[in-house]
């Protein structure tokens, strides 16, 4: 059986949310295979050779983690990612977040996770959160254009996502894994993943990683 352990992330340190905590989980998991939200360039080669060589370690948190365990384990780090988030999102961010009500959304949320680490990113009460931010934005951008395709876009990314990891268990063996993703996505994959098994050609065991 393929199991995978989803866990929610933040891509930079911040507090309690670092790598060293990062790292802790995943030694207690002990995967054979580590799938990343990330595109393959994100951690080159010579990124790689710098490591393995010289001990530099890499500045995304999540794979500062993955290099760490490195340390203790062997697996197989499966970057997730053919393309990178699309442009209108980033439009869609850099206009809602100029809303001061949304900014300290984003400000406790942050306080939170920075206190409590990957016990608060891994929690139903981040979902909340993050909801309730979502739900902002979506007053804030109303019905245009751009939020409906920023809404699309991510739809089109986590699926992304996902179709990668399924089409490397059709190929790979393996016991156990993880896939680490950044929190935003958390409710949607969960939702996603309770679904999937009944439309792909493999079945996966998936646990969601919950505090």
Known sequence: MYEIIYISTTHKQNGQCNADE??????????????????????SNNQEHLFSDFGILHNK??????????????????????????????????IATQNIELQRKIENFNVLSAKYGFQFLNSDVSIQ????????????????????????SIDLYEDEMLDNIYSYCKTNQFDKAVFMCGVAHRKSIINKVEKLNKNKDITLDWNVLRF
């Not at 802790?24 to 799938?35: A, G, T």
């Not at 959160?129 to 699309?152: G, H, V, Y």
Request: charge should be negative.
């Open 61 to 94: 948190l999540e794979i500062e983690a993955i290099q760490k365990y490195q340390y203790k384990s062997t697996f197989k780090y499966v970057p997730v990612l053919d393309s990178g988030m699309s442009d209108v999102f980033n439009e869609k961010y850099e």
């Open 129 to 152: 959160l993050q909801e309730d931010m979502r739900k902002l934005e979506n007053i804030i951008l109303s019905d245009t254009a751009l939020n409906k395709d920023a809404i699309n």
């Open 22 to 43: 990062l790292c802790k989980i995943v030694e207690q998991i002990h995967p054979e295979v580590i799938f990343l939200e990330a595109l393959r360039e994100t951690y």
